[in-house]
């Protein structure tokens, strides 16, 4: 999670026209409310910076994606 939160403060400070983050990653079958609960705090933090922050869960997918 920590290298997605760099990645969006990288993105907040260099793309000033940003609006929307979205991200499709795997679920983490161990900890899942741990990450969800992570993932929105992401979500809450850009949202005080005017974007919005969306994410859902693959079971397909092997890494991420983010757009």
């Given at each position: 999670?920590?290298?997605?939160?760099?990645l969006?403060?990288?993105a907040?400070?260099k793309?000033?026209?940003?609006?929307?983050?979205s991200?499709?990653?795997?679920?983490?079958r161990?900890?899942?409310?741990s990450q969800v609960?992570?993932l929105?705090?992401?979500?809450?933090?850009l949202g005080?910076?005017?974007?919005?922050f969306?994410?859902?869960?693959?079971?397909?997918?092997?890494?991420?994606?983010?757009s």
């Amino acid at each position: 999670c920590l290298n997605l939160v760099r990645l969006c403060e990288l993105a907040v400070q260099k793309c000033t026209a940003l609006t929307k983050i979205s991200l499709i990653t795997s679920k983490d079958r161990e900890d899942e409310k741990s990450q969800v609960k992570r993932l929105r705090e992401v979500g809450q933090s850009l949202g005080s910076r005017c974007v919005t922050f969306e994410f859902e869960f693959s079971d397909t997918l092997h890494d991420r994606q983010i757009s």
